[in-house]
């Protein structure tokens, strides 16, 4: 049974943090870049953030770059999201994922197949 399970959402103000955690279970993801996605209210599923297996690649969509910030801890088998100065349009669920390919991450879109995903944690940034 694989299982990617995310958690830290909740509900924050604008301007302040969280951090997500993904644990990955079933398998050892080590091999495999992961990254975030998140699905805003009324919008489609949009690429967050990616990096390699190793940890040593990361690529950001533009409008979190400077705030957000991917690792991973391959001992843990977890992926982390540090968010940093939070802002109202980061408002959505955040998701985890997992491919072979980095690029499928970093260029998903609607229609796009991920290997694995996990069930989703809502972020909510008050005003």
């Known amino acids: 049974q694989v299982q990617l399970v995310e958690s830290g959402g909740g509900l924050v103000q604008a301007g302040g943090s969280l951090r997500l955690s993904c644990a990955a279970s079933?398998?050892?993801?080590?091999?495999?870049?992961m990254g975030w996605l998140r699905q805003a209210p009324g919008k489609e599923r949009e690429f967050v953030a990616a990096?390699?297996?190793?940890?040593?690649?990361?690529y950001y969509t533009t409008s979190v770059k400077g705030r957000f910030t991917i690792s991973r801890d391959n001992a843990k088998n977890t992926v982390y999201l540090q968010m940093n100065s939070l802002k109202p349009e980061d408002t959505a669920v955040y998701y985890c994922?997992?491919?072979?390919?980095?690029?499928?991450?970093?260029?998903?879109?609607?229609?796009?197949?991920?290997?694995?995903w996990g069930q989703g944690t809502q972020v909510t940034v008050s005003s």
């Open positions: 994922a997992a491919d072979r390919s980095f690029r499928a991450l970093t260029d998903y879109s609607r229609g796009s197949y991920l290997n694995y």
């Open positions: 079933g398998r050892t993801f080590s091999s495999y870049p």
């Open positions: 990096l390699s297996g190793s940890g040593d690649s990361t």
